[in-house]
T-cell receptor, first 116, second 113 residues
Framework: AQTVTQSQPEMSVQEAETVTLSCTYD???????LFWYKQPPSRQMILVIR??????QNATENRFSVNFQKAAKSFSLKISDSQLGDAAMYFC?????????????FGKGTLLTVNP | KAGVTQTPRYLIKTRGQQVTLSCSPI?????VSWYQQTPGQGLQFLFE???????NKGNFPGRFSGRQFSNSRSEMNVSTLELGDSALYLC????????????FGEGSWLTVV
């Protein structure tokens, strides 16, 4: 069974600084997608970024970027120029079932605090 | 474009009762999935429907059931409620195609007393 591991239950960062959240996963598939979701206090899950495993290039969305290491099965999220609004729980997620995205396995999450 | 809509947002039920939660996906999305979120177990997949058919099911007892209607709206039902069913229930929708983004609703908070 696929598993997703987030080894950092909590992280903190100073406003305007950079922080990296870690995620590792286990899969026997070769073609798949990976996602990072953000869950602010409102509890709505918001997609931050996604990566397609067959692409060599790391995904980037504004201040958010990933470091995808396929061989190491590592998928870390880097947040640059951190803002107070970035404070949230962040979840790494892997879609099961042969690459189809209709069943996500989530990590336990990393609670990010942004200090002014 | 309206997002994923879940109703009710908050509800309190008594042990032994049953509850029905509703989810309206984004227009055009045919896949609806449900997740349970608790402090202890985190986010767990309940089931997923696509074009009125259940395609996948998580490891939950038979008290948890769902269905999807022809307009893609979905409901989940929990019968004989237990205290441990208290959780945030999240609905998500997508087109159902591989790799497409999954969008989540704001969730339904269920408290069982």
């Amino acid at each position: 069974a696929q598993t997703v591991t987030q080894s950092q239950p909590e992280m903190s960062v100073q406003e305007a600084e950079t922080v990296t959240l870690s995620c590792t996963y286990d899969t026997s598939e070769s073609d798949y997608y990976l996602f990072w979701y953000k869950q602010p206090p409102s509890r709505q899950m918001i997609l931050v970024i996604r990566q397609e495993a067959y692409k060599q290039q790391n995904a980037t969305e504004n201040r958010f970027s990933v470091n995808f290491q396929k061989a190491a099965k590592s998928f870390s999220l880097k947040i640059s120029d951190s803002q107070l609004g970035d404070a949230a729980m962040y979840f790494c997620a892997y879609p099961n079932s042969g690459g189809s995205n209709y069943k996500l396995t989530f990590g336990k999450g990393t609670l990010l605090t942004v200090n002014p | 474009k309206a997002g994923v809509t879940q109703t009710p947002r908050y509800l309190i039920k008594t042990r032994g009762q049953q509850v029905t939660l509703s989810c309206s996906p984004i227009s055009g999305h045919r896949s609806v999935s449900w997740y349970q979120q608790t402090p202890g177990q985190g986010l767990q997949f309940l089931f997923e429907y696509f074009s009125e058919t259940q395609r996948n099911k998580g490891n939950f007892p038979g008290r948890f059931s769902g269905r999807q209607f022809s307009n893609s709206r979905s409901e989940m039902n929990v019968s004989t409620l237990e205290l441990g069913d208290s959780a945030l229930y999240l609905c998500a929708s997508s087109t159902g195609a591989s790799g497409n983004t999954i969008y989540f609703g704001e969730g339904s908070w269920l408290t069982v007393v």
